[in-house]
C-alpha cells in the first residue's frame, strides 16, 4: 500500500469559529448557560434548552466530521466514511479534472475552506466530492494540486476538452 502522505478531517473547532452557523452555536450555548446561571427561575427551562440544543449541534458536528476521514497517497485519494457501517472509496489522483477552494471571510480567518474535486472516478459519478471545513485548506489544495499533475504525468494522462460549435 502506498505511504499516506496527509490525513485528515473536517475541523469541527473551525466550524465553530469559521462559519456564521458555528458563531450562532456558540453564541445559544453561551446564552443559555449565562440565562441558567444568572436567573434560571424568572426564564424557566428556556435557557437548559437553549444550552443542550448547542451542545446536541455540536455533538451532531462532531460525529460528522468523524464519519469521514480523507488520506492522501502518491496515487490516490482514499475517503474513509461511517462510524459504524463504514466504507471506503478510492480516486486515483489521475482521474482528478479539477480541484476547487472556497471560503468566506470568516473560514479565512480560522484558516479552514471547503476543497471539492471534479474527477472521472465512479465514486464521483452522481457529484463533485466536496470535504467541508477542512484546516489548512489552501496548503492541502496545492499539495493534491501538485500530486494529481505528479500522478498524470508518471502515468502519460492528458486530458483533451472537445467543444462542439455548430456553425
Request: aromatic residues 6%; glycine residues 10%.
Amino acid at each position: 500500500m502506498d505511504e499516506i502522505r496527509d490525513s485528515f478531517r473536517s475541523s469541527v473547532g473551525g466550524w465553530l469559529g469559521g462559519t456564521l452557523a458555528g458563531w450562532g452555536t456558540i453564541l445559544i450555548g453561551i446564552g443559555g448557560f449565562a440565562l441558567l446561571v444568572a436567573a434560571a427561575g424568572d426564564w424557566g427551562a428556556w435557557p437548559l434548552l437553549l444550552t443542550a440544543a448547542a451542545l446536541l449541534i455540536v455533538v451532531l458536528k462532531w460525529l460528522q466530521s468523524m464519519a469521514a476521514k480523507y488520506e492522501l497517497t502518491d496515487e490516490r485519494l482514499i475517503v474513509r466514511r461511517g462510524i459504524f457501517l463504514k466504507s471506503i472509496d478510492e480516486i486515483e489522483l489521475y482521474r482528478i479534472k479539477d480541484v476547487r477552494m472556497s471560503f468566506t471571510l470568516l473560514n479565512q480567518l480560522t484558516g479552514i475552506g471547503t476543497i471539492a474535486l471534479t474527477t472521472s472516478d465512479e465514486t464521483t459519478r452522481t457529484g463533485d466530492l466536496s470535504m467541508r471545513d477542512l484546516p489548512r485548506a489552501h496548503a492541502r489544495r496545492e499539495e493534491l494540486r501538485r500530486l494529481v499533475d505528479s500522478a498524470r504525468r508518471k502515468r502519460g494522462v492528458r486530458e483533451i476538452d472537445m467543444v462542439h460549435e455548430d456553425l
